[in-house]
């Protein structure tokens, strides 16, 4: 078991320019989550999805887009990227509500935007 | 890697002695939480969770002590170790059909040899 995989590792973007974070999991987990992680502030939820076909809002969701196309799959979009979108990103996944609440984090994308 | 311990409040040990780390949560409707450990460069791992319908838990070297009165959680690490250096963080979980978890903005343990 790979358990969450996020890819890339480490991404450089110019103010403006789009891009795909992909999350996976071989855990066959219901719901799925993306987070930013910035110095002093801990983990904020952007956004989540309940399963396959389903995506919300949470936290700090304005300048991201996700999609859940696939059950093992978790798409992150940013569409035209901003200083402010500087962070690192954390992908998490879980069972159902009434398996556990415990989510499983993959190892992050560090995103720097110029 | 980056560091995620800048501007954390900062718990220095001695190796060997015992850890206290201390966590206030916001919602009283909160039935669930958890501590996660996270190394730097690497994602949160947990560590324990606790219902609401508990006060205490107990692990391999870890302990978890959840008062609903004050709203205050707490994590003590026995016999602390070198590879205990790390950020913790508590989370709550408050309902809803999502399994949401609400995160604290970390402390940094740093064990001194």
């Known amino acids: 078991n790979a358990g969450v995989t996020q890819t890339p590792k480490f991404r450089v973007l110019k103010t403006g320019q789009s891009m795909t974070l992909l999350c996976a999991q071989d855990?066959?987990?219901?719901?799925m989550y993306w987070y930013r992680q910035d110095p002093g502030m801990g983990l904020r939820l952007i956004h989540y999805s309940v399963g396959e076909g389903t995506t919300a809002k949470g936290e700090v969701p304005d300048g991201y887009n996700v999609s859940r196309l696939k059950k093992q799959n978790f798409l992150l979009g940013l569409e035209s990227a901003a200083p402010s979108q500087t962070s690192v990103y954390f992908c998490?996944?879980?069972?159902?509500?009434?398996?556990?609440?415990?989510?499983?984090f993959g190892p992050g994308t560090r995103l720097t935007v110029t | 890697g980056e560091s995620v311990g800048l501007h954390l409040p900062t718990l220095s040990v001695q190796e060997g002695d015992n850890s206290i780390i201390n966590c206030a949560y916001s919602?009283?409707?909160?039935?669930?939480f958890i501590w996660y450990k996270q190394e730097s460069g690497k994602g949160p791992q947990f560590i324990i969770d606790?219902?609401?319908?508990?006060d205490k838990r107990q692990g391999q070297r870890v302990t978890v002590l959840l008062n609903k009165t004050v709203k205050h959680l707490s994590l003590q690490i026995a016999a602390t170790q070198p590879g205990d250096s790390a950020v913790y963080f508590c989370a709550e979980n408050y309902g809803g059909a999502t399994n949401k978890l609400i995160f604290g903005t970390g402390t940094l343990l740093a064990v001194q040899p």
């Open positions: 919602n009283s409707a909160s039935d669930y």
């Open positions: 998490a996944s879980s069972y159902g509500r009434v398996v556990s609440y415990e989510q499983y």
């Open positions: 855990m066959n987990h219901e719901y």
């Open positions: 606790i219902r609401s319908n508990m």
